[in-house]
């Protein structure tokens, strides 16, 4: 059971009970029922590049393709005809390493077998032909030529789902939609149009888009429109909101929860009720099987890109690091010393290489000291003293300082405890962090 293996972050149940007379009132064949078979729906919506979640809190350890992928089989196990969709948002960022897990992203997503996902600008920051190292359903109800379809209508079960993704605005490479009304000489595809005519064809009819609520109701008729997505939230799922017969809901970013929701319909394919879960999925949710081979590449990958970085740095090393190490404290520091032996502080690199992720940059630069700074950590055969997190990594680079016997400053020495700590202890990593609470773990003056 789903329920069995989840942690449900909120649940939502809202009936809406019709009137006769509005029964009476309602146009339809006669004998229709007044109620079509539920229809259950996954959603989610900017993953922003979480191909899997930071391990190092309890907390923050929620979601991940490998669990989502359990998640969305467990569902389908149960309701074969569930529809499964994204607002899109799959990447984050244009680095090296960001574009290999974009790659293994899309390769991931893939696997999971979506119906439909919505393309966003930052889908695009490696450029349109980059899309094309996965097949999947994505959808770009835009003005530009991205050989994407401007919608998707998936049938399950005899129920008609038309999924439509409205870009927030024109952008390179991607153009934006025009406001309600505008002629076809303004933008050739008219959105309103090819939502009426799904809606008229008897489908439920589904909109993606990164606006604000307000700004999309101001540009757009909601007249047909069933559902849609605005813009989402940090991490957590907003609350399902009714607009006459439009549903409004708003995916949480990371990919932590999993929306999940269940439309009863009415006999005019309008939602008439609907119950809505958003599905937490912490580290007691399996990994997929079938995602085995695709995680193992994908980690093959970011360490091959690693050793690369680590060939090219040993090359261009010369000089002196402007880092001196925690050896170098400890001649004049020796009960902070003390205090940072004792420490997980000290022990930081190995908690890396025991999840074998010691290769990982997204976690090496809390876990050592100086990682892609000059003079820094590059490998544990290169610089074995600069592994861990140490006093450096707080207080800044300190052989000037050590070097001056103390006289120099070191380079953070104005700065706040709060500040030192949140160069890791943010929100995306330690999500559970209490200055006063942790500082007593390694307090020193």
Same mark, same amino acid.
């Given at each position: 059971?789903?329920?069995?293996?989840?942690? %449900?972050?909120? #649940?939502?149940?809202?009936? @809406?009970?019709?009137?006769?007379?509005?029964?009476?009132?309602? /146009? $339809?064949?006669? =004998?229709?029922?007044?109620?079509?078979?539920?229809?259950?729906?996954?959603?989610?919506?900017?993953?922003?590049?979480?191909?899997?979640?930071?391990?190092?809190?309890?907390?923050?350890?929620?979601?991940?393709?490998?669990?989502?992928?359990?998640?969305?089989?467990?569902?389908?196990?149960?309701?074969?005809?569930?529809?499964?969709?994204?607002?899109?948002?799959?990447?984050?960022?244009?680095?090296?390493?960001?574009?290999?897990?974009?790659?293994?992203?899309?390769?991931?997503?893939?696997?999971?077998?979506?119906?439909?996902?919505?393309?966003?600008?930052?889908?695009?920051?490696?450029?349109?032909?980059?899309?094309?190292?996965?097949?999947?359903?994505?959808?770009?109800?835009?003005?530009?030529?991205?050989?994407?379809?401007?919608?998707? %209508?998936?049938? #399950?079960?005899?129920?008609? @789902?038309?999924?439509?993704?409205?870009?927030?605005?024109?952008? /390179? $490479?991607?153009? =934006?939609?025009?406001?309600?009304?505008?002629?076809?000489?303004?933008?050739?595809?008219?959105?309103?149009?090819?939502?009426?005519?799904?809606?008229?064809?008897?489908?439920?009819?589904?909109?993606?888009?990164?606006?604000?609520?307000?700004?999309?109701?101001?540009?757009?008729?909601?007249?047909?429109?069933?559902?849609?997505?605005?813009?989402?939230?940090?991490?957590?799922?907003?609350?399902?909101?009714?607009?006459?017969?439009?549903?409004?809901?708003?995916?949480?970013?990371?990919?932590?929860?999993?929306?999940?929701?269940?439309?009863?319909?009415?006999?005019?394919?309008?939602?008439?009720?609907?119950?809505?879960?958003?599905?937490?999925?912490?580290?007691?949710?399996?990994?997929?099987?079938?995602?085995?081979?695709?995680?193992?590449?994908?980690?093959?990958?970011?360490?091959?890109?690693?050793?690369?970085?680590?060939?090219?740095?040993?090359?261009?090393?010369?000089?002196?690091?402007?880092?001196?190490?925690?050896?170098?404290?400890?001649?004049?520091?020796?009960?902070?010393?003390?205090?940072?032996?004792?420490?997980?502080?000290?022990?930081?690199?190995?908690?890396?290489?025991?999840?074998?992720?010691?290769?990982?940059?997204?976690?090496?630069?809390?876990?050592?000291?100086?990682?892609?700074?000059?003079?820094?950590?590059?490998?544990?055969?290169?610089?074995?003293?600069?592994?861990?997190?140490?006093?450096?990594?707080?207080?800044?680079?300190?052989?000037?300082?050590?070097?001056?016997?103390?006289?120099?400053?070191?380079?953070?020495?104005?700065?706040?405890?709060?500040?030192?700590?949140?160069?890791?202890?943010?929100?995306?990593?330690?999500?559970?962090?209490?200055?006063?609470?942790?500082?007593?773990?390694?307090?020193?003056?």
């Amino acid at each position: 059971m789903v329920h069995e293996m989840t942690t %449900v972050f909120s #649940k939502s149940l809202r009936w @809406l009970f019709l009137s006769l007379a509005s029964f009476a009132l309602a /146009p $339809g064949p006669a =004998g229709a029922d007044v109620a079509r078979p539920q229809v259950e729906i996954l959603y989610s919506g900017d993953l922003t590049g979480e191909l899997e979640p930071c391990g190092c809190s309890e907390t923050g350890n929620l979601g991940g393709l490998k669990r989502r992928a359990t998640v969305i089989a467990r569902i389908r196990e149960k309701n074969p005809d569930t529809f499964v969709i994204s607002s899109g948002g799959l990447f984050a960022g244009y680095s090296a390493s960001e574009r290999i897990t974009a790659e293994y992203i899309l390769k991931g997503m893939a696997l999971l077998n979506y119906d439909a996902i919505g393309l966003q600008k930052r889908d695009l920051s490696f450029g349109r032909d980059f899309l094309d190292h996965a097949d999947l359903p994505w959808v770009a109800s835009s003005s530009a030529p991205l050989g994407f379809p401007k919608s998707r %209508v998936i049938e #399950k079960n005899g129920v008609r @789902l038309a999924f439509f993704s409205w870009p927030d605005s024109a952008g /390179p $490479g991607l153009g =934006g939609m025009q406001p309600a009304g505008a002629s076809a000489q303004d933008d050739p595809f008219d959105l309103e149009a090819a939502i009426r005519e799904a809606k008229q064809a008897g489908a439920i009819t589904v909109l993606a888009t990164t606006l604000p609520l307000e700004k999309a109701r101001a540009l757009i008729s909601f007249d047909n429109l069933d559902i849609l997505f605005k813009e989402a939230s940090y991490e957590i799922y907003g609350e399902p909101r009714l607009l006459e017969k439009t549903l409004v809901l708003q995916p949480g970013a990371r990919g932590m929860y999993l929306g999940h929701l269940k439309l009863t319909l009415d006999r005019n394919n309008r939602i008439a009720g609907f119950e809505h879960e958003a599905i937490a999925m912490p580290a007691k949710v399996p990994d997929a099987p079938q995602m085995e081979g695709w995680y193992k590449a994908y980690n093959d990958a970011v360490k091959a890109n690693y050793l690369r970085k680590v060939e090219v740095r040993k090359k261009m090393k010369s000089g002196a690091s402007p880092f001196s190490g925690a050896k170098a404290c400890k001649a004049c520091h020796q009960k902070e010393h003390e205090t940072w032996s004792a420490s997980k502080h000290a022990r930081a690199y190995k908690t890396l290489s025991n999840v074998e992720k010691a290769f990982d940059p997204n976690c090496l630069a809390c876990h050592t000291l100086g990682f892609n700074q000059d003079g820094g950590f590059i490998d544990r055969q290169l610089t074995a003293g600069f592994a861990n997190v140490q006093c450096e990594s707080c207080h800044g680079a300190a052989r000037a300082h050590a070097g001056s016997g103390g006289t120099t400053p070191t380079p953070n020495h104005e700065w706040p405890r709060e500040r030192m700590c949140a160069q890791c202890h943010n929100h995306d990593h330690s999500p559970d962090f209490d200055i006063e609470r942790y500082w007593q773990k390694i307090a020193h003056p």
